[in-house]
């Protein structure tokens, strides 16, 4: 998983490639332009409980929500990428895994006799390292699998993680924790990424006001 080293909000961006908007220059401006086309995305499934019509959980609403977050400041947003990382999946897996992480979703919540259902904490817990493990975008994959894990636990009508947000220019409090939280979960440890879900959901006991999530 790729995360962005500390920055000034002065610091210029060093890749403008697929850069939409004329004007932006530092990754100040950047971060400011890519933090309302997020909550524009926000807005639209979280204002609200979202239908199932709206947030299906297909692959292709996976990937359409990236763009969605994204699309008005990059070009590539939404877009599969197609180059080996050291991160995330092959490339040819991407889509896949993708389609694989949809049917678990869909089994995860279907009601059926037998040992309870997966709780729904875990459930997005589970769907968010999923879906930054995959890592199919270039960039915005933390970003997108916090989203797509709130608008999970949306269409349930259940509480939502407020992942507070960082400041530019400062790198966040929680980050070292974070990554350890997702190399657990590598390994087959979900209990760290669980409890930072718990942390940040209203009401847990955990909960810290002060914390920010790492960006990426």
């Given at each position: 998983?790729a995360?962005?080293?500390?920055?000034?909000?002065?610091t210029?961006?060093?890749?403008?490639s697929?850069?939409?908007l004329?004007?932006?220059?530092?990754?100040?401006e950047?971060?400011?332009?890519?933090?309302?086309?997020?909550?524009?995305?926000?807005?639209?499934?979280?204002?609200?409980?979202?239908?199932r019509?709206?947030?299906?959980?297909?692959?292709a609403?996976m990937?359409?929500?990236h763009?969605?977050?994204?699309?008005?400041?990059?070009?590539?947003?939404?877009?599969?990428r197609?180059?080996e990382?050291?991160?995330?999946?092959?490339?040819?897996?991407?889509?896949?895994?993708?389609?694989?992480?949809?049917?678990?979703?869909a089994?995860w919540?279907?009601?059926?006799?037998?040992?309870?259902?997966?709780?729904?904490?875990?459930?997005?817990?589970?769907?968010h390292?999923?879906?930054v493990?995959?890592?199919?975008?270039m960039?915005?994959?933390?970003?997108w699998?916090?989203?797509?894990?709130?608008?999970?636990?949306?269409?349930?009508g259940?509480p939502?993680?407020?992942?507070?947000e960082?400041t530019?220019?400062?790198?966040?409090p929680?980050r070292a924790?974070y990554?350890?939280?997702?190399?657990a979960?590598?390994?087959?440890?979900?209990?760290?990424l669980?409890?930072?879900h718990?942390r940040?959901?209203?009401g847990?006991?955990?909960?810290?006001?002060?914390?920010?999530?790492p960006?990426?």
């Amino acid at each position: 998983m790729a995360f962005d080293p500390p920055i000034d909000g002065q610091t210029p961006i060093d890749d403008l490639s697929g850069l939409r908007l004329r004007g932006v220059r530092t990754q100040g401006e950047l971060n400011l332009a890519e933090a309302s086309n997020i909550r524009r995305a926000m807005v639209r499934y979280l204002a609200a409980r979202p239908s199932r019509r709206r947030a299906p959980f297909d692959a292709a609403w996976m990937v359409r929500l990236h763009r969605e977050m994204f699309g008005r400041v990059w070009s590539w947003a939404g877009a599969v990428r197609r180059r080996e990382l050291n991160i995330g999946s092959p490339p040819h897996r991407i889509e896949v895994e993708l389609h694989e992480l949809a049917a678990d979703l869909a089994a995860w919540e279907a009601t059926s006799p037998g040992p309870p259902a997966m709780p729904l904490h875990e459930q997005a817990a589970r769907l968010h390292h999923r879906a930054v493990r995959i890592h199919p975008f270039m960039n915005g994959n933390g970003r997108w699998a916090r989203l797509l894990a709130n608008v999970w636990l949306a269409r349930a009508g259940a509480p939502l993680v407020e992942w507070p947000e960082s400041t530019v220019g400062t790198e966040s409090p929680i980050r070292a924790e974070y990554l350890r939280a997702i190399r657990a979960a590598d390994a087959g440890d979900l209990a760290p990424l669980v409890g930072l879900h718990a942390r940040f959901t209203p009401g847990s006991a955990t909960r810290s006001r002060h914390s920010a999530p790492p960006r990426s």
